[in-house]
């Protein structure tokens, strides 16, 4: 059991965190332009305020007396704030949040508090803001009806692209790794095609493990939001406002319709879901089975390339074949990856070819000298 001594230790570092928070959002909120936001910041320094009063009062001392004075850490924030804007401030306050979250539900005079809650409700709304499109139409949005940014299907073409770039590249390697130690045709058909089964395989196992433990991430969020707006619909229409707030929506109006969406339960965990989590409650980040299989197919799309002409013929004419072939889809490749990034053809697909047959190169060399010390 810790001593009154170390408990009283966390209650002044409890408190000299919420006081510190209460003046970062102070500072926000005198810097923020827009109304609405400057009046979000103003609600989540009381909050605050009203958090470093729930550990003063658990100290019982003379010190209990003093409203407390920010540490040179916020003192620093607040400055950043001034000189630089809000934004730049942001993701050191959302973590800050969420790492407060998660030592509140850990203690016991906060775990059955509002504390943890309420922090993790500072942290979705601070990511609101980031993420909140401040005047209108984003730079990025502007830019590409101007027709200087491209978006045909950006997400899905970068990882076709990245998924067979990542098979072309890593096979191509290791097909140059044993030609180089001068293994048969044949060994070298067999060592590609096992690289092709086992990487693309690896891919896809991570594909998976990766969609599926967000889906049971988003899951355990959704769950807790249920509670949450089950036993706490206040707070939830509260929190809910101020993210509406953060987009633009006047306070009165924000409080309006969010305690118009919590009062319909059919379409109140949905709605909260899209805005506090930014979960789609039907998709959950989509089919696990589908990325893995995606996955799968696109390495193995890449890497199948290198071993190709080690089926239709043998000896050094593979060789050369298997580099010949790999370096034009290492080109189209490159030339691929402008449609994302909007850059001259030439320039990344010759980026491209350079850094494949690069490490191909390498791979050979290591594979000749291994080669050549085996046989002596």
Not at 11 to 28: G, P, T
Not at 123 to 137: E, W
């Amino acid at each position: 059991m810790p001593s009154p001594n170390v408990d009283l230790k966390r209650y002044r570092r409890n408190r000299q965190a919420e006081i510190d928070s209460a003046a970062v959002y102070d500072a926000l909120a005198a810097a923020e332009t827009r109304a609405t936001l400057s009046d979000v910041y103003r609600r989540l320094a009381a909050t605050e305020r009203a958090h470093a009063q729930f550990w003063t009062d658990r100290l019982q001392s003379p010190e209990a007396a003093s409203a407390g004075t920010p540490s040179w850490r916020a003192r620093t924030l607040r400055w950043l704030v001034r000189r630089f804007g809000p934004g730049f401030v942001l993701p050191t306050l959302i973590g800050a949040e969420s790492a407060d979250s998660l030592a509140y539900g850990d203690q016991p005079e906060s775990a059955a508090s509002e504390l943890p809650a309420q922090e993790q409700s500072h942290r979705r709304i601070l990511a609101a803001i980031r993420d909140a499109t401040p005047n209108g139409m984003q730079g990025r949005e502007l830019a590409t009806l101007e027709g200087r940014h491209r978006a045909i299907g950006g997400n899905a073409l970068r990882a076709a692209v990245l998924g067979a770039n990542d098979g072309l590249v890593s096979n191509l390697s290791l097909v140059m790794g044993v030609a180089g130690a001068s293994l048969s045709s044949g060994g070298i058909l067999i060592t590609g095609l096992a690289g092709l089964i086992a990487g693309a395989g690896s891919m896809a196992l991570g594909e998976w493990l990766s969609v599926q433990s967000a889906r049971e991430l988003y899951q355990r969020q959704l769950e807790i939001e249920r509670e949450e707006l089950a036993t706490a619909p206040a707070e939830e229409a509260e929190e809910l406002a101020l993210i509406y707030q953060t987009k633009g929506v006047p306070a009165d109006e924000a409080r309006v319709l969010a305690e118009r969406v919590v009062a319909s339960p059919a379409g109140a965990l949905e709605t909260l879901a899209r805005e506090e989590l930014a979960i789609d409650p039907a998709e959950l980040g989509g089919s696990a089975w589908v990325a893995a299989a995606t996955s799968f197919l696109l390495f193995a799309v890449g890497a199948v390339i290198p071993v190709l002409p080690f089926v239709v013929v043998g000896g050094q004419s593979a060789v050369l074949a298997s580099i010949g072939l790999s370096a034009v889809a290492l080109f189209v490749l490159g030339a691929a990856i402008t449609l994302l990034t909007g850059r001259p053809v030439v320039t990344s697909g010759l980026r491209q070819l350079g850094f494949g047959l690069g490490a191909a190169g390498l791979t050979y060399v290591v594979g000749r000298l291994i080669g050549a010390s085996v046989m002596h």
